[in-house]
């Protein structure tokens, strides 16, 4: 049972442009939704985060958007660069905090130029 | 570097032989975790540390698997008699109570042969 999914494997997006990288939830339970990249041979490394009492979470160039209702979240990054190319992970939890993260099955982001 | 250490970074192994893996988390970090991940997947929670006591184990950590933190600082994760499916990257995470974002080591990549 895959309470968190990302649909897409993969996304091919140009330098400079938006990249939106989508995940959805099937636990209601969940309160805490984080997203992070992977290098290959690296481990997960934290990007950003977001409470379910919000929805919208901005870093940067990252932008975190929640949508509860539709148990939705997405990735904006903008501008998209050449660095951003890897593995990215939506996580959920259903406790506020990062104990025992759900992960969903990766979408491989390639950033061409 | 004061990061997640994890130790080794690869292992092969025979089947039916016993490996052990060590996590040095983020010094001020009182919670550790343990994940699996496999080919495709995204990391899958084992198990969690709030200092020595174990708070949480999943169903995926078989009779086979056992994981320790004796004082509360560097945890061990000892798989017995390893089996092929047993093959994998294994993640260390560690965080501060109460703290949304979980911080990686690089993993330990095991492949039974």
């Known amino acids: 049972d895959q309470q968190v999914k990302q649909n897409s494997p993969s996304l091919s997006v140009q330098e400079g442009r938006i990249s939106i990288l989508n995940c959805d939830y099937t636990n209601s339970m969940f309160d805490y939704f984080l997203w992070y990249k992977k290098y290959p041979a690296e481990g997960p490394t934290f990007l950003i985060s977001i409470s379910s009492i919000k929805d919208k979470n901005e870093d940067g160039r990252f932008t975190v958007f929640l949508n509860k209702s539709a148990k939705h979240l997405s990735l904006h990054i903008v501008p998209s660069q050449p660095g951003d190319s890897a593995v990215y992970f939506c996580?959920?939890?259903?406790?506020?905090?990062?104990?025992?993260?759900?992960f969903g099955t990766g979408t491989r982001l390639q950033v061409t130029l | 570097d004061t990061g997640v250490s994890q130790d080794p970074r690869h292992k092969i192994t025979k089947r039916g032989q016993n490996v052990t893996f060590r996590c040095d988390p983020i010094?001020?970090?009182?919670?550790l975790y343990w994940y699996r991940q496999t080919l495709g997947q995204g990391p899958e929670f084992l198990t969690y540390?709030?200092?020595?006591?174990?708070?949480?184990k999943s169903r995926l950590l078989s009779d086979r698997f056992s994981a320790e933190r004796p004082k509360g600082s560097f945890s061990t994760l000892e798989i017995q008699r390893t089996e092929q499916g047993d093959s994998a990257m294994y993640l260390c995470a560690s965080s501060l109570p109460g703290v949304g974002e979980a911080f990686f080591g690089q993993g330990t990549r095991l492949t039974v042969v």
């Open positions: 540390f709030q200092n020595e006591a174990q708070l949480e």
């Open positions: 010094s001020e970090h009182n919670r």
């Open positions: 996580a959920a939890s259903a406790s506020g905090t990062a104990s025992k993260l759900t």
